[in-house]
């Protein structure tokens, strides 16, 4: 039987240093506001909003909600974020994707100041990343090297290969591998012979977005394997982007959906947000 990484454990765990962490920072006259930004009324996106405003209340975080209309220029959602960037009481500021057609996200992302940019997306923390430099971390990617470090898996050195190259979640996740001494490959669509590259690697990582993709026949005896993905299945049953029940014969260590790397976005989110008052004295 493979180890089964709890996400839903460690999530908790650190939902529970930073609500410690929040306290401690509170009494040095240090708190942070985290702006929630929502366009429009997309049920998952206000399931996803909600969360994201009970985990702040939970460790101690101020969170301050603007709902706005689907019907909201583009212009205005760039006036609100100036405005948020220039507001001293807000840390950070998270505008929920995806947008409205008619919105252009890429310019929203790149509006937010790169200092208030707790989702990792904007260029200028993309940049960082890659070359090493702190900034604010893509959340998704920094929960797995959590979940792979807290469950005893250490990356140095090991053969690592992400399946999917998105901007959210296989090229954060690629660049956070090789700053933990990993040897990276990344395969994507036009990856020829996939199943020979992931085979060979000691730990997988999949974001293929689409369900049970991941088989036996693609995983090598004794991988770790991480499950990004997240669909509803014939029987409308939760599940990944790996064919759990398949590969759970082979692998060392695997994550279950739900409740391996779904619950740890929100945590990485949490511990940005108390990232921007941890640093905030260095920045002044
Ligand atoms: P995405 O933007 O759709 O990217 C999917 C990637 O998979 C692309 O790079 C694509 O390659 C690659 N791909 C598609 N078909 C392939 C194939 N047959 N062989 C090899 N590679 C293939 O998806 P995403 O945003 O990264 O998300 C991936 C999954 O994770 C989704 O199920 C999503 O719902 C889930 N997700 C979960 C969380 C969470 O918090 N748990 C967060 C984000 C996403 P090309 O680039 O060549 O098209």
New binding site residues.
Partial sequence: MPQIIDGKKISQQIKDELKAEVQELAAEGRRACLAVVQVGTDPASTVYVNNKKKACAYIGIESRSFELPEETAEEELVSLVERLNQDPEVNGILVQLPLPAHIDEDRIIRTISPDKDVDGFHPVSVGRLWIGEKGFLS??PA?IIQLLKRSGISVEGKRCVV????????KPMAALLLRENGTVTI?????KN?KEITRQAEILIV????EK?ITREYVGEGAAVID????RDAQNHLC??VDYADVESVASAITPVPG???P??IAMLMNNCVETIRTREDRS
């Fill in positions: 959340c998704t929960g399946v999917g190259r998105s901007n959210i979640v296989g395969a994507h669509s036009r990856t996939l974001a293929v977005g689409k993709f990004v993905g997240m669909h990944g982007d391996g790397v779904g740890m976005t």
